[in-house]
């Protein structure tokens, strides 16, 4: 974690995500001094925020990935150039001062940089409440899970109908006492594939139900989590075991103040030309907050887009520099 005091860098990334970890390393590679700004306080976006035991398929080279070791991976691999690490941290302004630009991070700090990369994904996301949980995020409540064996042994219930919510019941089934999943309706948002895996496991699936309430241990809304009621169509109330509950219910996203940057952007996406540059001298994107005719999200995708735009910042801090390099696998 480093300091913004007086930081002036060739780069700033604006996002610590996959792509942004990737873009650091390149910028490295390239000879390019760099940090990394991330509103989370942690390294490694969605990531590590949302799934960090869930398998990534579509990563080149890797038939399967944990999200925790493909973020560790990619600190190593940029780690080799000293990123500065500022998370934990929000960009706010971002104003162009004579050749270069000045980032303004909240609590006043300013990061100076001759080019700016945003790599923030979604932006900023907040998951959606569970309505009866008010309260109970911290002793029992959770909206993600970074670490599997800290449930071992627990009753789960997960409260959701997405990819998400079935992703954790069938990483939980394996390891907690008991996994439950409960969903309002009698459809779900998942795909066919993965509800047809939950069901074949033996995970008990409950559908049009509602949490009603969350109780503690002492039989109120004190202490930790004990149980929790539903309200099941059709058959009533039951109550179930639970130590903890994942409300696995979606999320809100925002860019936030990067949409007074004076960029072109819609549906939360920055316009990009084939350079990444956006509307914006010295401002590039790369990743899913990028958008051009055609554009694929996917994690490998904002590899490619990450290291096109560094080589692109590096011809427009130097003129002189060589639009590509080489290959990586020719550095000594």
Known sequence: MGSPAELSVDVLIVGAGPTGLFGAYYAGFRGLSMAVVDSLPEAGGQVTAMYPEKMIFDVAGFPAVRGRDLVKGLLEQAGQWNPTYLLGRKAE????????????LDG?????????????????????????????????????????????????????????????VLALHPIARSVTLVHRRAKFRAAESIVRQARETGIRII????????????GTGEGRLAEVELDIKG????????????????????????????????????????TMAT???????????????????????????????????????????HLFPGHSSNAE
């Open 235 to 274: 058959s009533g109330r039951e109550v179930l075991p639970a130590q903890t509950v994942v409300a696995a219910l979606g999320f809100t996203a925002s860019l936030g103040p990067i949409e007074d940057w004076g960029l072109q952007i819609h549906q939360r996406a920055i316009a990009v030309d084939s």
């Open 108 to 168: 006043g700090d300013v990061v100076r940089a001759k080019a700016v990369l945003i790599t923030a994904g979604i932006g900023e996301f907040t998951p959606r409440p569970l309505p009866a949980g008010d309260g109970w995020l911290g002793r029992g409540l959770v909206h993600f899970i970074p670490a599997l064996d800290a449930y071992a042994g627990q009753d789960v219930v997960v409260v959701g109908g997405g990819d998400s919510a079935f992703d954790w």
């Open 279 to 321: 509307a914006r001298e010295r401002v590039y994107a790369a990743g899913d907050v990028a958008a051009y005719p055609g554009k694929v999200k996917l994690i490998a995708t904002g590899f490619g887009e990450a290291a096109t735009a560094i080589n692109n910042i590096a011809v427009s801090i130097d003129p002189a520099a």
């Open 207 to 218: 559908t049009d139900a509602e949490v009603t309430a969350l109780r503690g241990d002492d």
């Open 93 to 104: 302004t971002l104003e162009t001062v004579g050749d270069g630009l000045e980032l303004t």
